[in-house]
């Protein structure tokens, strides 16, 4: 089992930004992939960012420019910055962690919100 613990989240104004951080703890040895993802009311979960174990990133359309997605494999964290914030980015983001041969995301953290206001 994977523990995922994100912090961060706030209000903040278009243009504005700011830096996300998740800790995970347990089984760290099974993860391969870690990411975010948010959900906005009324709209389905998607995907914001994702890092593999070897640093390979992949971003969102509508993000990308503006957020960058690191991880520390030595303090088992990924972090995800946000720059030049929009309101169209306010949405509960989560944390995910993927292991090895899976083809999912099978743990998630509790969410934190990200208001953008205009």
């Known amino acids: 089992q994977v523990q995922l613990v994100e912090s961060g989240g706030g209000l903040v104004q278009a243009g504005g930004s700011l830096r996300l951080s998740c800790a995970a703890s347990?089984?760290?040895?099974?993860?391969?992939?870690m990411g975010w993802y948010r959900q906005a009311p009324g709209t389905r979960r998607e995907l914001v960012a994702v890092?593999?174990?070897?640093?390979?990133?992949n971003y969102a359309d509508s993000v990308k420019g503006r957020f960058t997605i690191s991880r520390d494999n030595a303090e088992n964290t990924v972090s995800l910055q946000m720059n030049s914030l929009k309101p169209e980015d306010t949405a509960v983001y989560y944390c995910?962690?993927?292991?090895?041969?899976?083809?999912?995301?099978?743990?998630w953290g509790q969410g934190t919100q990200v208001t953008v206001s205009s």
């Open positions: 347990g089984s760290i040895d099974s993860i391969s992939s």
């Open positions: 890092i593999a174990n070897a640093g390979s990133r």
């Open positions: 995910a962690a993927r292991p090895f041969g899976h083809p999912r995301y099978d743990y």
